[in-house]
């Protein structure tokens, strides 16, 4: 099973960014991982550009999500809302289809967080995606990185069980 993961931070240091890196350390074997760090190079979406065939950075977006068994997208909220540059991405999927049937988790590293949840399983839903989890790890800290995220029992204990459901979706009977 092949399982793609995306930050929806482009902040060096960001929390979430660290969540994605520490998804690779609880995933059970046979799963493989990749985290898609294109987001900055994707240009605004326009349908106008949105033609056959798809600019370099959209076909390989287009190319990471129609390859994974599920995806696993980890965002920070933004005022109130989903980061620009994750919707800018997910804008460039609607009349392609990649998430079509996907198994999507949609992961949080605030607890803070009000709202990102909700409209990316809307945004995520629009899109015809199954999204399996949406869940924002109890974190009382910033961690600075995958280790320091892991060590926070109960952040780890939400983020294994997360991506235990997404793999399960994934997973053929």
């Given amino acids: 099973m092949?399982?793609?993961a995306i930050s929806g931070s482009l902040r060096a240091h960001s929390?979430?960014?660290?969540?994605v890196h520490a998804v690779a350390r609880v995933l059970p074997d046979g799963?493989?991982?990749?985290?898609?760090g294109g987001l900055?190079?994707?240009?605004?979406?326009?349908p106008d550009l949105d033609v056959d065939p798809a600019l370099p950075p959209v076909a390989e977006w287009r190319a990471e999500i129609t390859g994974a068994d599920a995806v696993l997208i980890s965002s920070p909220e933004y005022a109130h809302g989903i980061p620009g540059v994750l919707k800018n991405a997910l804008d460039w999927t609607v009349a392609s289809g990649e998430f079509v049937?996907?198994?999507?988790?949609?992961?949080?590293?605030?607890?803070h967080s009000q709202f990102v949840l909700d409209q990316l399983r809307e945004t995520l839903t629009v899109l015809s995606a199954r999204v399996v989890v949406a869940e924002a790890l109890p974190l009382?800290?910033?961690?600075a990185d995958a280790s320091e995220l892991l060590a926070d029992d109960a952040a780890s204990t939400v983020l294994r069980a997360a991506v235990a459901s997404l793999v399960d979706s994934a997973t053929p009977d």
């Fill in 40 to 46: 900055a190079l994707l240009p605004a979406y326009n």
């Fill in 140 to 143: 009382t800290f910033r961690p």
């Fill in 2 to 4: 092949q399982l793609l």
């Fill in 15 to 19: 929390s979430n960014t660290a969540l």
């Fill in 31 to 36: 799963v493989t991982f990749r985290i898609f």
């Fill in 101 to 111: 049937n996907k198994p999507v988790a949609i992961v949080n590293a605030s607890a």
